[in-house]
C-alpha cells in the first residue's frame, strides 16, 4: 500500500490584524482579559474571499512540492464558512490553481475539518483513488461572527494553509489517526443564522447568532483531544517521550496547556502561534505546520502529534512521521491584493451592515 509523504506545504495570512485593543472600541472586553483567558493577543481579518485566500495558500504548497495544479488529481477542502453552498469550495479551487479535471470535494467538520481532510485524502491515496492531493484548510470567519458577542467575538480569525501529498512508498505522511464526535454535545457550539434551515424561510439568513458554552466546550474538547493522543500514541507503540513535537489546533492556551499536560509532553514540545492568530478553525492546524516548518522545529523524520477539536463536537489526534525534506523545493509569487483598509474598518463595515439589515 502507497503511503501518503507530505511534500508540500504554503499559508496565507490576510494582512489586517484585529487587536484585543481595537476590539475593546466596540466590546466590553479588554486586552488583559483576552490575553489571560486565551492567550490571545491579535488576529487576522480578511479583506479578501475564502477562495482567495485558499488560492494564494495552495499556490505556495504547490511550489513548495514543485508541482504544478495540473499534477493534482484530488482537492480536499476542510472549512466550515464556504462563499457558497453549491458549488462547493474544492471546485473554485480546481479552477484557481488550473487541476482540471481533477477530484474536488469539501469536507466540513468545523476546527478539525484539515484533519479529517488529512485522513480522507491520505485514504484515498493508499487506495490508488488519486497519486498527488492538495488538502486545505481555510476559514473566513469574519463575516459569520456576531460582533455584538464578546463571548465569541474576541477568539476567532481568518487565515488559511494547504498541504500537498504524494502518493509514494516512503514511510512517511499520515501513520494513524483517530476521528471521533461527541454528537451528544453539538448543542453547545452553533451558529444560528446560517444554512436551510433559515433559508426561504423569512427569518433573517445571515444575521448569525451564536449559541456558545465556552466552559462545556472546554472541557470536552481537552476530554477528546486527550483521549484521542492516548489512542494513537498507544497503537503506535509510542511513549509521550517519542513525539518530537504537537502541533495542536490553536483555540486558547490554556486548552492546549491542558491537552499537554494530560498527554505528559512538556510545553517546549508544543507549536503555539494562537497568540497571533487566535482561533483559524480548520486553518489552524495547517498554519501552525508551515510555521514550525519555517522556524526550524520540524527535523528530517519529526514525530508529529497533532489533536484538534471542533462543533459537533468532533475531534481528533493525528501522528505524521515528517519526511527528509524540511525546506520548499520552490517559492510561488502568488500573492493577495494589496488591503486598503484596516482590520477595524473591514469589521465596522461588517457591524453596519447588518445593523442596516435589521
Ligand atoms: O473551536 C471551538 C472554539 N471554542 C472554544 O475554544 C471555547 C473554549 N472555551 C474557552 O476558551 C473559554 O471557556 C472562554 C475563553 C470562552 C471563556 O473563558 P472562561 O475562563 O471559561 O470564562 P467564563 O466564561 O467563566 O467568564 C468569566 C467572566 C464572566 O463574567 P462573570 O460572570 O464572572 O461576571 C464573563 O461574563 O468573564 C466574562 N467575559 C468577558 N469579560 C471580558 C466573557 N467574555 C468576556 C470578554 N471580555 N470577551
Redesign the pocket.
Known amino acids: 500500500m502507497p503511503s501518503a509523504s507530505i511534500t508540500g506545504w504554503g499559508k496565507c495570512l490576510p494582512p489586517a490584524v484585529l487587536s484585543n485593543d481595537d476590539l475593546a472600541t466596540f466590546?466590553?472586553?479588554?486586552d488583559d482579559?483576552?490575553a489571560t483567558?486565551?492567550g490571545i493577543r491579535e488576529r487576522r481579518i480578511s479583506h479578501v474571499s475564502l477562495g482567495e485566500l485558499a488560492a494564494v495558500a495552495a499556490k505556495r504548497a504547490l511550489a513548495c512540492a514543485g508541482l504544478e495544479g495540473v499534477d493534482i488529481d484530488l482537492i480536499v477542502f476542510g472549512s466550515t464558512t464556504y462563499d457558497d453552498q453549491c458549488p462547493n469550495q474544492a471546485s473554485g479551487l480546481q479552477r484557481a490553481i488550473g487541476a482540471e479535471g481533477c477530484a474536488a470535494m469539501d469536507v466540513n467538520t468545523?476546527?478539525t475539518s484539515f484533519l479529517y481532510g488529512l485522513s480522507t485524502a491520505t485514504a484515498m491515496l493508499r487506495t490508488g483513488v488519486a497519486r498527488n492531493a492538495l488538502v486545505v484548510g481555510a476559514e473566513l470567519i469574519s463575516p459569520f461572527m456576531d460582533w455584538s458577542d464578546?463571548?465569541v467575538a474576541?477568539?476567532f480569525g481568518d487565515g488559511a494553509a494547504a498541504v500537498v501529498l504524494q502518493a509514494g512508498d516512503a514511510d512517511d505522511g499520515l501513520q494513524l489517526e483517530k476521528l471521533g464526535c461527541y454528537g451528544e454535545s453539538r448543542e453547545i457550539?452553533r451558529i444560528h443564522g446560517i444554512g436551510g434551515a433559515y433559508i426561504n424561510q423569512g427569518r433573517n439568513l445571515g444575521d448569525t447568532r451564536w449559541q456558545f458554552e465556552?466552559?462545556e466546550?472546554?472541557k470536552k474538547?481537552v476530554h477528546g483531544m486527550s483521549q484521542a493522543c492516548e489512542d494513537v500514541l498507544a497503537r503506535a507503540g509510542l511513549a509521550p517521550g517519542d513525539v518530537d513535537l504537537v502541533v495542536p489546533?490553536q483555540?486558547?492556551l490554556?486548552?492546549i496547556e491542558s491537552v499537554a499536560k494530560r498527554a505528559g509532553v512538556p510545553m517546549e514540545r508544543v507549536y503555539v502561534n494562537v497568540q497571533r492568530y487566535g482561533?483559524m478553525?480548520a486553518a489552524t492546524v495547517p498554519v501552525a505546520l508551515c510555521e514550525a516548518l519555517e522556524e526550524g522545529r520540524i527535523g528530517a523524520g519529526a514525530r508529529l502529534l497533532m489533536p484538534a477539536?471542533?462543533?459537533g463536537l468532533t475531534f481528533c489526534a493525528h501522528l505524521v512521521r515528517w519526511g527528509e525534506r524540511t525546506t520548499p523545493l520552490a517559492t510561488s509569487d502568488a500573492a493577495l491584493p494589496p488591503c486598503e483598509r484596516s482590520a477595524l474598518q473591514i469589521v465596522r463595515a461588517i457591524i453596519e451592515a447588518k445593523g442596516k439589515r435589521s
Open positions: 466590546l466590553d472586553t479588554s482579559w483576552v483567558r486565551t468545523a476546527c464578546r463571548d474576541v477568539l457550539l465556552g466552559q466546550i472546554f474538547a489546533h483555540a486558547n490554556r486548552i482561533n478553525s477539536f471542533g462543533g
